[in-house]
T-cell receptor
Framework: NAGVTQTPKFQVLKTGQSMTLQCAQD?????MSWYRQDPGMGLRLIHYSVGAGITDQGEVPNGYNVSRSTTEDFPLRLLSAAPSQTSVYFC????????????FGPGTRLTVT | AQSVAQPEDQVNVAEGNPLTVKCTYS??????LFWYVQYPNRGLQFLLKYITGDNLVKGSYGFEAEFNKSQTSFHLKKPSALVSDSALYFC??????????FGTGTSLTVIP
């Protein structure tokens, strides 16, 4: 199993540009989520999904869109990048059962200039 | 609202000494509690979890955690710290709505 994969590893954008961060998992997990990690703030949930066709907002959803057309993929779209979106982004997945732990991808380091 | 607190940003401990990384939580209902570790430039790795039952949970790399319902705490422990344990540690709780809430992280430095 590859686990949770994310692409790209690094990205530099100019203010106003859009892009999609890719996330895929091969563990047949129903639950997938996106977090951003900023110094001193831990991980903050952006969006999550409990299955194909179902998404919901987390703590910091503004400026981001998601879709879940398949169980395996959960892309995160930045609509119009802003410097405040400079961060490290992590995708994670788990079984829907409450006691299941999340598995994390390696992260994408995004810089918006 | 659900929340997780890690009161110490930084913990320093000498190699071979016991270590404790503190975590308290606030969640309605029975909590599912987790500890993760993050090494530099890597994603988070699962260490251990509490579901129900025995209050002392054993996990990977010799780590264990003690669940205390009355104090709403889930402190991470290890009897003898290694330099290689130096990393960022996150406590997390999963609520009945399947959302995970993470603490702000504790940076552990083990001094040789």
């Amino acid at each position: 199993n590859a686990g949770v994969t994310q692409t790209p590893k690094f990205q530099v954008l100019k203010t106003g540009q859009s892009m999609t961060l890719q996330c895929a998992q091969d563990m047949n997990h129903e639950y997938m989520s996106w977090y951003r990690q900023d110094p001193g703030m831990g991980l903050r949930l952006i969006h999550y999904s409990v299955g194909a066709g179902i998404t919901d907002q987390g703590e910091v959803p503004n400026g981001y869109n998601v879709s879940r057309s398949t169980t395996e993929d959960f892309p995160l779209r930045l609509l119009s990048a802003a410097p405040s979106q400079t961060s490290v982004y992590f995708c994670a997945s788990s079984y829907l059962q409450g006691a299941s732990e999340q598995y994390f991808g390696p992260g994408t380091r995004l810089t918006v200039t | 609202a659900q929340s997780v607190a890690q009161p110490e940003d930084q913990v320093n401990v000498a190699e071979g000494n016991p270590l404790t990384v503190k975590c308290t939580y606030s969640v309605s209902g029975n909590p599912y509690l987790f500890w993760y570790v993050q090494y530099p430039n890597r994603g988070l790795q699962f260490l251990l979890k509490y579901i129900t039952g025995d209050n002392l949970v054993k996990g990977s790399y010799g780590f264990e955690a003690e669940f205390n319902k009355s104090q709403t705490s889930f402190h991470l422990k290890k009897p003898s710290a290694l330099v290689s344990d130096s990393a960022l540690y996150f406590c997390a709780v999963r609520d009945a709505g399947n959302q995970f809430y993470f603490g702000t992280g504790t940076s552990l430095t083990v001094i040789p």
